[in-house]
């Protein structure tokens, strides 16, 4: 009776034991997922920051180009219309030099 019973707690005994292991074995198995999935988490979230970023990058690029040209545009029609005012200017100019040499002429 006595070495049923000790017999009994000695296998109970390995039963937990080969329980721990296991238990032990699940929970390394599991971090180690854990620990994987967060690692592609962390590689996910980086390639995505990256791809934000240099769609930024690329928008903003694409908006400073597309305001250059429009300063340009502004800058070429004001140029374009100060050279016609200075044309126009230009005949009056022409006419006062001819005028005050024609009066410097006749004095």
Avoid: C, P, W
Wanted: hydrophobic letters at 35%; a neutral charge; aromatic letters at 4%.
């Amino acid at each position: 009776m006595k070495t049923e019973v000790l017999k009994s707690i000695k296998e109970t005994e390995e039963e937990y034991k080969s329980m721990i292991s296991t238990a032990h074995e699940e929970k390394k198995r599991a971090i180690a997922n854990s620990e994987q999935e967060a690692g592609n988490l962390i590689a996910k979230a980086n390639s995505d920051a990256e791809e934000y970023k240099n769609k930024r990058i690329a928008d903003a690029r694409a908006e400073a180009a597309k305001q250059y040209a429009e300063i340009v545009k502004e800058g070429e029609k004001r140029a374009e219309a100060l050279k016609k005012n200075a044309a126009s200017n230009l005949d009056k100019a022409v006419e006062q030099l001819v005028s005050q040499f024609k009066v410097k002429v006749n004095v």
